[in-house]
């Protein structure tokens, strides 16, 4: 399955306007996607090392047209449903800053992976 979406980049879009307390969760789509995700993940630890990981994210993200960022926010959402901040700050962890962890999750609603509850 591959996600199309016309145009992931929003370098010049406004930034969205959220409420403190909506959530956000996976579509069926986002579903798919992240189970793509995590089989990939799961099949680069085969092999020892931080870079069979970026590697096996890059080439997810490129299977569907997105970043590796996408992978990472998908899969923190596989859970549970989720505020913008938590998921923030849940992918600080991952070397992205809280910035670009909001313009991800913006392309990732644009994309219909995700929604708000």
């Known amino acids: 399955?591959?996600?199309?979406?016309?145009?992931?980049?929003?370098?010049?879009?406004?930034?969205?306007?959220?409420?403190?307390?909506?959530?956000?969760?996976?579509?069926?789509?986002?579903?798919?996607?992240?189970?793509?995700?995590?089989?990939?993940?799961?099949?680069?630890?085969?092999?020892?090392?931080r870079a069979s990981f970026e590697e096996a994210c890059a080439a997810w993200a490129a299977r569907h047209l997105l970043r590796p960022i996408h992978g990472q926010l998908l899969s923190e959402l596989w859970g549970e449903p989720m505020t913008a901040r938590v998921l923030s700050q849940k992918v600080d962890g991952y070397g992205a800053t809280i910035a670009e962890a909001r313009t991800a999750l913006d392309e990732l609603l644009d994309a219909k992976l995700v929604s708000t509850t």
């Open 1 to 49: 399955m591959t996600v199309r979406a016309d145009d992931l980049t929003r370098a010049e879009a406004p930034r969205r306007e959220r409420s403190r307390g909506e959530r956000f969760t996976l579509t069926e789509l986002g579903v798919a996607c992240v189970r793509d995700y995590l089989d990939t993940v799961v099949a680069s630890r085969a092999t020892a090392g």
